[in-house]
């Protein structure tokens, strides 16, 4: 199973990405997407169950990102609005054999596959 995350790129503050994550091969009960910025530990950014009821997000991005699905292309997207240099990192998706129960979606060790990472900068 393989995970490809597409999207990152170089914004000023106060701009938007999209970033895009599709899985080859089979769906999943839930995805959700980390990121790393220099120097600093792998953190929590969104995620949501695969039945498109549930989702989470990290209190630092809330009301700026939202994340969604296309089912049909099998692809998850985080659209990130208002970006702050703050958000500057190596944005992960990744992606849950099973079903994630609400608390256990901020872990990363819930998860048991992850893409590449693709890089987001936002300038001041």
């Known amino acids: 199973v393989q995970l490809q995350a597409f999207g990152g790129g170089l914004v000023q503050a106060g701009g938007s990405l999209r970033l895009s994550c599709a899985p080859s091969?089979?769906?999943?009960?839930?995805m959700g997407w980390f990121r790393q910025a220099p120097g600093k530990e792998r953190e929590f950014v969104a995620a949501?169950?695969?039945?498109?009821?549930?989702?989470r997000y990290a209190d630092s991005v809330k009301g700026r990102f939202h994340i969604s699905r296309d089912v049909a292309k099998n692809t998850m997207y985080l659209q990130m609005n208002s970006l702050k240099p703050e958000d500057t990192a190596v944005y992960f998706c990744?992606?849950?054999?099973?079903?994630?129960?609400?608390?256990?979606?901020?872990?990363?060790?819930?998860?048991?596959?992850w893409g590449q990472g693709t890089l987001v900068t936002v300038s001041s």
């Open positions: 990744a992606a849950a054999r099973g079903g994630l129960i609400f608390s256990s979606m901020p872990s990363d060790l819930s998860y048991d596959y």
């Open positions: 091969g089979r769906t999943f009960s839930t």
């Open positions: 949501f169950g695969w039945s498109g009821t549930t989702t």
